[in-house]
């Protein structure tokens, strides 16, 4: 599988945005998937993550209740709509697929070392 996040750009405090990763390969549905993102002079942080068929999210607790995951695995997509986006949300958004067995349902899905491929960021910038 090879992923390519896209969708990002400059939104002012308050707005919205839906970032996409494009999955390659027949085998999407095999994976979890994951959204993390590396602010100006931070590490990277996780973000959100989801389930092979859906069923199970996990969210930062900076996120919740702005962000939503989802998932196609018709059409090998992973997409983050986010609201009432902060100035503190800006950072480049990486999009990273994992094979580990019930990944979402442990409590290892935020940590990105449990996360066996990358994709390049895209980059969202939240004016205030």
């Known amino acids: 599988v090879q992923l390519q996040a896209s969708g990002g750009g400059l939104v002012q405090a308050g707005g919205s945005l839906r970032l996409s990763c494009a999955a390659s390969?027949?085998?999407?549905?095999?994976?979890?998937m994951g959204w993390f993102r590396q602010g100006p002079g931070k590490e990277r942080e996780f973000v959100v993550g989801i389930s092979r068929k859906g069923g199970s999210t996990g969210y930062a607790d900076s996120v919740k209740g702005r962000f939503t995951i989802s998932r196609d695995n018709v059409n090998n997509m992973v997409y983050l709509q986010m609201n009432s986006l902060k100035p503190e949300d800006t950072a480049v958004y990486y999009c990273a697929a994992s094979r580990r067995v019930g990944l979402i349902g442990s409590g290892r899905y935020s940590s990105p070392s449990e996360y066996d491929i990358w994709g390049l960021g895209t980059q969202v910038t939240v004016s205030s």
């Open positions: 390969g027949r085998t999407f549905s095999d994976y979890a």
